[in-house]
Structure formats: C-alpha cells, structure tokens
C-alpha cells in the first residue's frame, strides 16, 4: 500500500515500488500489463498481492527481481529496495542482490528446482558468496535450513534428486533455498497452489514461523484469499495491471472500499456461510489489455458504476493513512 | 461479451514472420525457383538436352550457352533445367510415399498394443541401422537400375526414421486430455488416430521431410556417380556430375554447372525448412 | 455400530433404482513390466487406485467425490466412463452393466465427462464447431444439421455464435470451460463427470460456471458426478459428498452431514486444513501433519493411520469396515470423531 509522500516514514521500507508502469510488445501489439503501480512493503511485515488472471501480479514479480521476458519493458516508474533504486542498477549489482538479499519462490516446485543435480549441491552453490566458508560449513548450513523447513533426515537429503521428493517436500526445499542467505525479501508467486490444501496449510504455517524467525519480509502473490487471510499483514488488490486498493488485511476483508474487492469476497464459496445452488459472481470479463478502457478499468463490470467512471480515471483516495483505493465513489465521502 | 478478441488471421502473421526471417525468405525464393526450372524448365530450354551435336562439344560458357557444352556437345543448361524435374520427382515423389508410409506405420506403432509396437520398432531399427549408399547399391544391383528402383531404395531408407518420428508424438499425445475425451464420447480408434492424432503429429514430419528432399536428391547423385543411378541418358544431376568429373580437365565449367543446383536446392530446403520449425507451432499459435 | 464390508444396497421398494450403483470397485494399474518384477523379486506389481469403493447415485443429483493428490478420485471417474479398466467390482448404469456389454454406444452417449484442464482438454487444431459437433459425428449424428446444433449447442453455455470459427487457444479458461459443457451436453446425457470443473478459472468466475451447470441440471434433468479437492465449492453445489483417501471412501453422505458432523478424522483434518478467507479466524495449528504416502508403500490396516490423531494398534492392524452413522451417511472409522 502506498505510504503518502507527507507521512513521517519512521521505518525503511525494504520494497518501494512508485508508479511503476510495465509492457509487452507481441506480435498483435502492445499489452500495457502494469500500469502506475505503487506498493511498499514495511520491513518484517508479510505483504499480499491479490489478484486474478490478467492482474498482472506475476509480473509484479518478475519486474522486482529483474527476471522479466525478453518482450517485456519497464516504461516508467522506479523500484526501491531497501533504499537502493533498482532500475539504475547495473545487471551484475541486481544478480548480486537476488539470491542473497532478495529471493523468490515459484509456484511449480515441479520445475523450479534442477532435476539433474542434487538439492544438497543446489543448495552449496547459493552460498558461493560465503568465501570464508568451507564446502562442509555450507553444507551444515544447508542441512539446518533442511531441518528447519520440516524435512526429516536433513543430511541424507542433501545427496538426493529433487523427482524424488513429493510435491510438498520439494516447495519446502525451494524455500529452505530462498532462506539459506538470509534475505530481507522473500517474494513468493503462489507458492501454494500447486499443492493440496493439507500441504498448502502447513507451508502457511512455515512462512509464519520463519518470518518470525528470520524477520524476513514477504511479498506473497496469490488469487486465494483464504490463504492471504492467514498470513499477510497487509493486502494489495490489483485488477487488470492497477492497483484499485491496498490496505491491512483486517480493513480490506472487513471495510473493503473498491467495488472489485468487494466483490471478489463477495464471490468467495468459502466466505457464504448460508448453502446457496446459486453462486455469486462478477459479471464480463478481465478487460484486453491491449485496449484498455478509458475512465475506470473496472467500470464495464462494476455494479455501482456512474457518470465520471467512463472518462475520468479514479483518483487515489486515502481512507486514512494506509488503506488506499482507487474510485470515484469514495471522493465524496472523503474526510477533509 | 467478451474481451478477446480472435486476432489477425493465419496469413497475416505468416506475413510477419516472413519480414523478420530473411534467411526464411531466401530459402522460400530458392525453392519457389527450383520449382519453376521443375515445372517450366523444360519447356523453356533453349535446347533439346538430349541431342548431340559432336562437332560442339566442350565449348565454355557463352550466350550461346549458358553452361557450355559437354563431351557430346549438349547444351549443359538445358540438361541441367531437365534434371531439376527428375530431381525434384524422383526426390519429391519419394519422399512423399516415404511420408505417407512412415505416418500410418508411426501411428500404428504409437497408438496400438505393445506387442505390435515392439515388432515394428525391431523392423525400422534394422532397416535404419544399414548404413544408406551400401543398402542402396545392393538394391540397385539386384534389382536393374532405373528410376523405380531408385524410388524403391529412398522409400526404403526414409521410412524408418520417419516412422520413429511419428511414432514418438504419437506415444506422447495419446494420453492428453483432448485425447481421453474424445475417447470418452465413444471414438473409435481409427477416428481417434485421423481425425484427433493425426493432424497434431504431422506438423514436424513435413519440415523434416522438406529438409530431406536435397539430401536424397544428393543420394542419387552419388549412387549414379558410382554408376548405379539412373541410367544414361537421362539427364539427372548425379549423371550431369559423373560426365562432369569425367571431363574435368577439358570442361571444368560442367562439374560447377552440376554441382551449382544441388547446392541452391540444399539451401533453399534448409533455409526454408528451419524457418518453418520456427514459424510454425508455437509462436504462430500463441495469438493471445 | 459395525457393519458388514459390502454396502447394503436400499431395497427398490424403498427408494427409486439409483441411476448409478457402483459396488466395490477396484482400479489398480501395474507399476512395471511382469518382467522386471519377477527380476525384482516384487510379487505385486500393481498400485491400487481405488480399492473397494461402492456407492449410488440418484437422478437428478449431484454427487461430489472429494479427495487430494493420490485419493483415486480421478481414476474413479475414468473406471465409471470406461476409459481405464476395471479390475473387480461392479459399475451399475440403469441396472445394466456396462463394462460387461463392451461399452456400448449407448452407454457412451448417456454418460459425458468434462476434463480438468479447460484448454488442454480441446483438440488444438480443431474450431469450436468441429468440437463440439463432434459427439454427433461420433455417434453417426453427422446428418443433423451441424452448423444449427453447435450454434444451439453454444447458445445453451452462453456463449455468442460467433464462437464456432474460434480455436481453443484464443479462449479464456472460462470460455474454453464452457465450450466443454457445450461438447459434454450434446448428446443429452443423463450423468455428466466432471473432472474439477473450476481448476484454472479465477473464482469470479468459479460461479458462473457452477451455475451454469446447476440451470442445465434442472433444465435438462442432468445428475452430477463432480471431482475435486474443493471443499468450499462443493459445500454449495453437491447434495452428497464421499470423501476419499488412498483410494478408499473414508467417509460419504449427504453433503449437510458430512460438514456438520464429520465423523472420520481425515474429513476433520481437511475441513481444518482450508484456509479461511477471515483474518480474525486464524488458525495457530496445523490441522494435518504429514503426507498421502506413496501408493506403492500402502500403509497396513487403515491406511490414514501414520497421520491419525487417533490412531490404535487395531487401526494398524485391520482395515475398517464401513460403518453406518445413518442410513445414507457412511465412514471407514473403528473411532470416529463422534465417539471422541
């Protein structure tokens, strides 16, 4: 959520992203896929990003760690992590910072991790920037961080192959990678929905426990909000490419201000507490990117829609210093 | 209703990817030429390729003709735009028969029980390992040498690795989904295989295939230069080289004359057929 | 409370004849060759996908297999359609047997399934039309009016005419999805499968598809065999859910009873596990430690015993039978969560 520029920020945020705009070039024509997006996120806090398919929030990702498709481009903004602005930073000083200071964790664990070496060899050439350090340090190391995630016998692990893991274990060795360094970022693109929901409550619960541990903070991407209900701090509601609220999680669950928001709780099965055949949804579809609307990029969808929504795009409307959202519904209840 | 929109046409992102190759347009401009001298070379020779006129032989390069004469004094350009037809018929013609074997043995062995699988891949394996120019010299000895057996011996050699290449996609989609639910409307197999396998399979046979076309146009160069190719007089290019190799210190000019086709059809193959790899499948399909 | 291990069907005095009656089915498919197990000196070489299952199911319901990743409840839904084998068991159509007549036509057009993947489940280089139509053709339709039937066809899923040109690749999740339904209802089926319906869709729109598939029940007098591992979903759509774990139901009955009283400490456990989309409702605990172990190393006696709570040597020992807490609500417990 964006901090106003006024506001005294006592803390350093360890992710600042401010107006930052991202595209595609295909072969039909541009996609103007992000589009002024802000975010910060407090250090130690869990931050989520929630939003649906053409939301934009893989490559919110991407464009953080500097691992974007070749057809992608950054086509305004600046992203600050931990002060350092990261789109002036030369390639070898951003691969210095990803891996060690800022690290992420893939949805497939399937092919996120290198078939053909073992975890244990994985896991040492992380720490390749530890000079001081010797092969059998890193791999104590290493079978802490194994023993740490949950991973029962860490040391016989370490000389195995990742296809002989099941799909749980290997999420847990992806994140016990993204650990090893000690990062202060750890951005997580829905870790957990390639698991079933047992596993998915039990790396929920490790994320927990590690952030307290290891008082990293967490960008964590996901369309499921049960699952950001549980763990983050603060949430991000992006809808195709913009920001439309951000807040904590308690104001965005319970005084959702954006009409999307509320919407998509609205939509939930798991938030209707009466058994109903018929279930909510919202009506249309996620907007071409290629064209994007004028106005409001809900508005075609939006049920509270109204005159200025067609033309005029929202302004960013605080409700108070941190819940923020974008529509014209909220300008006339604006506090002075 | 909805937000996407079907996108612009096949032809028109074909058109695209043309202007973004340009090796691609070459290869396409090589072939398309070949298959003019194919087609139309004969009738636009300026000669008859086959007439003899001793008492011109081995004349170089000239505007009277193009490529010289050779060491019966026939006009070398005009047998070379000859052969472009035996060279792309016999080439071409093969290949397709190679083709069209290969996928329906492929599919067979792909989609049917284990048993018949494991027969045939024992079949195509011990074809495939003979190494090719011995197995077509023993072919073209027992049997007389003449262009049908030229044919036989390329069908031969061809079919196995194509039918391996089928195959392998075959093994692969039969267990996708668009498979399992078309099998669970109640196809049958033989519909299943045309109508649903078929045409996701073909797509790479065809560019392997168009790249073969020079390397068999080249066998049979070889087996006639080994003097077990099309017989004489036709005018192959194997035949237009063997006469050119055989005159080389009189007529340097009709080796290079033979030799300059083989090497535009190669070209013009490759080129077109590495382009098609990249044009086709993927990108082309990922329109949104 | 105990029972004998084979269900007792309802008399048909009692109730309608059941549209489905599946009786102790068993799936199992070789791990390797005869040959290399003899090498290896295995004596089975088969997995168990799905061991011993029996239920009915009534017209005009919907029936929701619930289960996570090595459960069997997509091997389930196969065996009933017919595209694996079964191996011992019974599955009852209409009072008919099916698998023993060979699958006839008719049994293919009377049952549809619909698969996971909503895109990768259309042949790629087939229009919409052609996929859709393609029941007809299969069946020996093809001389009805085609072109009429898919626009009928795409009509009925809402969605435009112009559709029928397009190709699976230039749809959303969303519209290929319906594109399935279109292709699955063609031919009037009494009993759709549905293979997680809503994987890959966004949840906004998660319901228009559930309620598309709720108006054609009613229009058309469809009954639902739904799979998936979507509690929250399958609390609104279905009238009964089974619950299934390393191939066996371990619990099954109305959908009402099983989320109000479980029984089995497997249904308790996964209805802890979901995560609740309401930050004042933290959970502090793990619902369920561990993993589904693997199908080759099936653990002895109740197979959910290595993450059970509960667990007595009796549940290492012998596999429970099916006990009944009501006449339609079933479980496979020797201590269920009732009793505690």
């Not at chain 3, 009534?58 to 619930?66: E, F, I, P, Q, S």
Request: charged share 20%; hydrophobic share 45%; proline share 8%.
């Amino acid at each position: 959520m964006a901090l106003p520029a006024e506001a005294q920020v006592a803390d350093d945020p360890v992710l600042q992203v401010r107006d930052l705009s991202i595209g595609f070039r295909t072969p039909r024509g541009p996609v103007a896929a992000l589009r002024h997006v802000n975010l910060d996120v407090p250090r130690g806090s869990i931050v989520g990003v929630v939003g649906e398919s053409g939301s934009g929030k893989s490559s919110l990702a991407l464009a953080i760690m500097g691992l974007m498709a070749g057809n992608a481009e950054i086509l305004g903004g600046d992203i600050r992590f931990s002060g350092i602005d990261l789109r002036r930073l030369p390639p070898a000083g951003l691969r210095d910072l990803r891996g060690r200071r800022m690290t992420m964790v893939f949805q497939d664990p399937m092919t996120s991790l290198n078939p053909v070496r073992a975890i244990g060899r994985q896991m040492i050439d992380i720490q390749y920037r530890e000079q001081n350090l010797s092969i059998a340090q890193k791999r104590g190391r290493s079978a802490d961080m194994l023993r740490r995630v949950g991973l029962p016998d860490p040391e016989q692990q370490l000389d195995r192959y990742c296809h002989q893991f099941s799909g749980g274990m290997r999420q847990r060795i992806a994140i016990a990678m993204s650990l090893l360094e000690e990062p202060e970022l750890l951005i997580a693109d829905e870790p957990t929905t390639a698991l079933d929901v047992t596993l998915e409550a039990q790396i929920i619960q490790l994320l927990r426990d590690l952030r307290q541990e290891f008082n990293t903070s967490i960008l964590f991407i996901s369309h499921n909000l049960g699952v950001v209900a549980e763990l983050c701090d603060y949430i991000v509601v992006l809808y195709a490419g913009e920001v439309v609220e951000s807040g904590p999680v308690r104001e965005i669950f319970y005084r959702p201000a954006h009409p999307y928001t509320q919407a998509l709780l609205a939509c939930d099965p798991a938030r209707l507490d009466l058994v109903q055949r018929e279930l909510p949804t919202i009506a249309g579809d996620v907007p071409n990117l290629m064209r994007v609307p004028t106005g409001c990029v809900f508005r075609p969808r939006c049920p509270k829609a109204f005159a200025p929504c067609t033309n005029v795009p929202p302004p960013d409307v605080a409700l108070d210093d941190v819940h923020h959202a974008r529509c014209h519904l909220l300008t006339d209840e604006q506090d002075g | 209703m909805s937000e996407i929109p079907a996108g612009p046409g096949f032809l028109r992102l074909l058109g695209q990817r043309l202007r973004n190759d340009p090796l691609g347009l070459l290869g396409l401009v090589l072939v398309l030429l070949v298959l003019f001298c194919a087609v139309f070379g004969p009738s636009l020779a300026p000669y008859n390729p086959l007439k003899l006129a001793v008492l011109d032989r081995f004349q170089s390069p000239s505007w009277t003709h193009l490529f010289g004469t050779d060491n019966l004094g026939r006009d070398v350009f005009s047998r070379v735009l000859a052969g472009t037809r035996i060279a792309l018929g016999v080439g071409g013609g093969s290949i397709a028969i190679a083709l069209s074997i290969g996928l329906m043995l492929g599919l067979v062995a792909g989609y049917g029980p284990r048993w018949l699988d494991n027969a045939l891949l024992l079949l195509f394996d011990s074809v495939y390992s003979f190494p090719t120019v011995m197995l077509g010299l023993t072919v073209m000895t027992l049997l007389n040498p003449s262009i049908g057996t030229l044919v036989f011996v390329i069908v031969v050699i061809q079919t196995p690795a194509y039918s391996r290449l089928i195959r392998t996609a075959t093994l692969s989609i039969k267990t996708s989904e668009y498979i399992l639910a078309v099998r669970s409307l109640g196809a049958s197999p033989p519909r299943v295989l045309l109508v649903h396998i078929l045409p996701n399979v073909i797509g790479p046979l065809f560019i392997i295939a168009s790249m073969d076309i020079p390397s068999v146009i080249a066998l049979e160069a070889g087996l006639t230069y080994l003097g077990m190719g099309i017989p004489p007089p036709a005018p192959s290019w194997g035949r237009i080289l063997q006469e050119g190799f055989d005159s080389i210190r009189d007529a340097p000019w009709i080796v290079i004359a033979g030799g300059i086709p083989l090497i535009i059809t190669t070209l013009g193959f490759t080129f077109l057929g590495e382009a098609l790899r990249d044009w086709l499948d993927p990108r082309l399909r990922r329109v949104i | 409370m105990a029972e004998a291990a084979s269900v007792t069907r309802p008399s048909p005095a009692a109730a309608e004849a059941p549209l489905l009656a599946v009786e102790n089915l068993r799936v199992r498919y070789p791990m390797m060759g005869a040959v290399r197990a003899a090498l290896q000196g295995r004596r089975d070489r088969f997995l168990d996908a799905v061991l011993d299952v029996s239920f009915t199911l009534k017209a005009g319901t919907t029936l929701a297999l619930v289960g996570e990743s090595g459960s069997g409840k997509s091997s389930l839904g196969r065996a009933i359609i017919g595209l694996v084998p079964i191996h011992s068991g019974h599955v009852r159509f209409l009072g008919k047997e099916p698998a023993l007549q060979g699958m006839t036509r008719d049994y293919r057009r009377d049952v549809a399934m619909m698969f996971q993947d909503p895109v990768s489940s259309l042949s790629p280089r087939r229009s919409v039309r052609s996929l859709i139509t393609e029941p007809f053709i299969v069946h020996g339709l093809s001389r009805r009016d085609l072109a009429a039937e898919a626009t009928r066809l795409l009509a009925l899923v809402g969605l435009p005419a112009d559709f029928a040109s397009r190709y699976p690749h230039q749809l959303s999740g969303g519209q290929a999805r319906r594109v399935g339904v279109a292709r699955a209802v063609a031919l009037l089926p009494k009993l759709i499968i549905a293979d997680e319906p809503t994987a890959g869709l966004d949840v906004s729109v998660q319901g228009e598809i559930l309620n598309l598939l709720t108006r054609l029940q009613r229009e058309l007098g469809l009954s639902y065999l739904i799979i998936t591992h979507n509690l929250a979903v399958v609390r609104h759509v279905s009238d009964e859910t089974a619950i299934m774990y390393m191939g066996r139901f371990v619990e099954q009955g109305p959908t009402a009873d099983i989320f109000a009283h479980a029984a089995h400490p497997y249904t308790v456990g996964l209805l802890g596990a979901q995560p609740k989309p309401d930050p004042d409702r933290r959970r502090d605990y793990v619902a369920l430690m561990g993993e589904v172990p693997s199908l080759a190393r099936r653990p002895s006696g109740c197979e959910f015993h290595p993450r059970c709570p509960h667990a007595q040597e009796l549940c290492r020992r012998e596999v429970p039978p099916v006990f009944e807490l009501s006449p339609r609500h079933r479980h496979r417990c020797y201590f269920p969560a009732a009793t505690n």
